[in-house]
T-cell receptor
């Protein structure tokens, strides 16, 4: 099992460009998440999904969009990139949601917006 | 206001030293998670605990639910323990993460 995979690993964008961060998991998990990690801060939830076709906003959704057409894939779309979106992005998945559920993380995508 | 606070922010130790990383939280929880972020960036789960103590090899995690405090201890630290250690709690329908403690163990 590959677990959670993310592409690309690194990307530099110009202000105003768009891109999609890809995330795939092969554990048949219903729950998937997108986080951003900024220096000196804890991971912040951008969007999450409880299953194919169902997504919801997290703590910091502005400037991002997601879709979940299959159980395996949960892409994150950045429209009109801004320097404030420079961050490391992590995708994660879990079999269910709540205090006792372990989340499995992808390797991260380091995004710089110049 | 952060629901989860960690200390210290950075920690440098010599190989063999006993390490303690602290996590305090301000909300009612059922369980707390400790995670390790490798220098390459990958994040893995170390422990999930709701009471008492858990031990995996040289790592020991304790929690006091009444005092809203958890500690992660590393015995006989080794340079390969160098990483960022993150605690997290599930609150208000989301996982809330501390900012992490960056540990560097020197040979």
């Amino acid at each position: 099992n590959a677990g959670v995979t993310q592409t690309p690993k690194f990307r530099i964008l110009k202000i105003g460009q768009s891109m999609t961060l890809q995330c795939t998991q092969d554990m048949n998990h219903n729950y998937m998440y997108w986080y951003r990690q900024d220096p000196g801060m804890g991971l912040k939830l951008i969007y999450y999904s409880v299953g194919a076709g169902i997504t919801d906003k997290g703590e910091v959704p502005n400037g991002y969009n997601v879709s979940r057409s299959t159980t395996e894939d949960f892409p994150l779309r950045l429209e009109l990139a801004a320097p404030s979106q420079t961050s490391v992005y992590f995708c994660a998945s879990s079999s269910s949601r709540g205090s006792y559920n372990e989340q499995f993380f992808g390797p991260g995508t380091r995004l710089t917006v110049l | 206001k952060n629901e989860v606070e960690q200390s210290p922010q950075n920690l440098t130790a010599q190989e063999g030293e006993f390490i303690t990383i602290n996590c305090s939280y301000s909300v009612g929880i059922s369980a707390l998670h400790w995670l390790q972020q490798h220098p390459g960036g990958g994040i893995v789960s170390l422990f999930m605990l709701s009471s008492g103590k858990k031990k995996h090899g040289r790592l020991i995690a304790t929690i006091n639910i009444q005092e809203k405090h958890s500690s992660l201890h590393i015995t006989a630290s080794h340079p390969r323990d160098s990483a960022v250690y993150i605690c997290a709690v599930f609150f208000n329908n989301d996982m809330r993460f501390g900012a992490g403690t960056r540990l560097t163990v020197k040979p």
